[in-house]
């Protein structure tokens, strides 16, 4: 298994409960494997009846216990939520985590799609989430302790509407809650998988694909970037527990919790550093130290904003990158350090998040000339933009 590299050992998670909903198939079903490795009580809340038990037996036959518990329900019929606390309760004591896994994935154009599929999605991605919070945080309140996790998209995409829209709800909804908890010790983040090729999830590609005019290979390969196994993104969802306090209110992804919890998914190639002269390392370690450096102090910056403020830089910073700024800010701390070690083989591996960097500097940089009437505070910014869009074309143009 996966999650055996980590840094974890087995029973990290001991006597926590954590509530998994859609758990039967996919990444879902893989975060319960590897949560009942760190001994974690999983109770899969599953809609599908058969998967759901096979995944209860399964994981219970694998790994020689019995933590794992199925529960059939419909996680949007408000009466059946009553029944399964209860059920939850008498069992296992208390709730500790809700994972907010499940998902429907209705794609197509925005006019096609039926309306009855706009509504389920609602169901499921958005009004599902707030009816767990509003049965489970009550009890988490009371014991000042508890965790409840959110799966959000990536953004908004053409002929994606009808899933998306409601999925990036979830990052509002968990930005808000984490306002509403900060003076608690209930922690809340957000964690996407990134692009898996699960089974619900290649049907609706090749939806996607057709309405753009190319095929399921072409689109996979133009994302080839994003793509995790659904083990790697369900260990990522199951690591993110086990390192929640230090997420708390961020959004990241589960490539970032596989190396926060010291697992290597990325695809290493033997190079040697002998491919770089020692001009070009030291001249790489320089302009990176600038680089994380600068992005450090902004990042420390964006948080000490108000929170209207905040939350606009953040979603800008998204919107430009496609990655959240806790994403960006692990890469540059993973590449940083890499590069310490001497291990130059990571230049080509983090190239595609080091070149959304760039276009995020280079937006600011247009966006500063508009509103920034001062002219010597306008050349003496620029110059700053400037000067850190030059430091990232260096290191781009590095290559083994």
């Not at 419909?74 to 008498?90: G, P, R, W």
């Not at 072409?218 to 080839?224: G, I, K, S, T, V």
């Not at 002219?375 to 003496?380: D, V």
Request: hydrophobic fraction near 40%.
């Amino acid at each position: 298994m996966l999650i055996e590299k980590s840094n974890f050992k087995r029973d990290h998670l001991k006597n926590v409960t954590v509530l998994l909903t859609g758990g039967g198939g996919g990444i879902g079903y893989e975060a319960a494997r590897a949560l009942t490795w760190l001994g974690a009580n999983v109770v899969i809340a599953e809609i599908d009846t058969t998967t759901g038990m096979q995944a209860q037996t399964a994981i219970n036959k694998e790994l020689n216990t019995d933590k794992v518990w199925f529960y059939p329900i419909d996680i949007c019929n408000v009466q059946e939520l009553d029944i399964m606390k209860l059920s939850i309760n008498n069992r296992f004591g208390a709730v500790d985590v809700i994972f907010n896994n499940a998902t429907v994935t209705p794609f197509g154009a925005i006019e096609s799609v039926s309306i009855q599929d706009w509504d389920q999605s609602y169901f499921v991605n958005v009004r599902a989430p707030v009816l767990l919070i509003q049965k489970f945080l009550p009890d988490m309140l009371k014991r000042n302790a508890g965790v409840i996790v959110f799966v959000p998209s990536s953004g908004a995409a053409p002929y994606m509407g009808a899933y998306e829209v409601f999925k990036t709800a979830q990052v509002e909804l968990c930005n808000t809650l984490a306002g509403e908890m900060e003076d608690t010790n209930i922690i809340t983040y957000a964690i996407g998988p990134g692009l898996v090729k699960t089974k619900t999830a290649q049907k609706g590609i090749e939806t996607i694909a057709r309405l753009m005019n190319m095929s399921t290979e072409e689109f996979y390969r133009d994302n080839e970037g994003q793509i995790l196994d659904a083990e790697a993104a369900g260990t990522g969802f199951a690591i993110s527990v086990a390192l929640a306090k230090q997420y708390n209110g961020q959004e990241i992804g589960s490539i970032q919790a596989l190396m926060d919890g010291g697992v290597y998914t990325q695809n290493t190639i033997d190079r040697s550093t002998l491919m770089l002269n020692e001009e070009q390392r030291q001249e790489y370690k320089l302009r990176l130290g600038k680089i994380v450096k600068t992005y450090t102090e902004q990042y420390k910056g964006w948080f000490k904003r108000n929170i209207f403020e905040r939350q606009w830089v953040l979603r800008d910073f998204k919107k430009t990158t496609g990655m959240s700024v806790d994403e960006m800010q692990s890469v540059l701390l993973q590449l940083s350090m890499a590069i310490e070690k001497e291990d130059y083989s990571t230049i080509d591996d983090y190239k595609g998040q080091l070149y959304k960097l760039k276009i995020y500097y280079e937006r600011q940089h247009k966006l500063l000339q508009g509103y920034e009437k001062d002219p010597h505070k306008l050349q003496e910014n620029s110059g700053f933009i400037i000067s850190w869009i030059e430091d990232l074309d260096k290191i781009l143009s590095l290559s083994l």
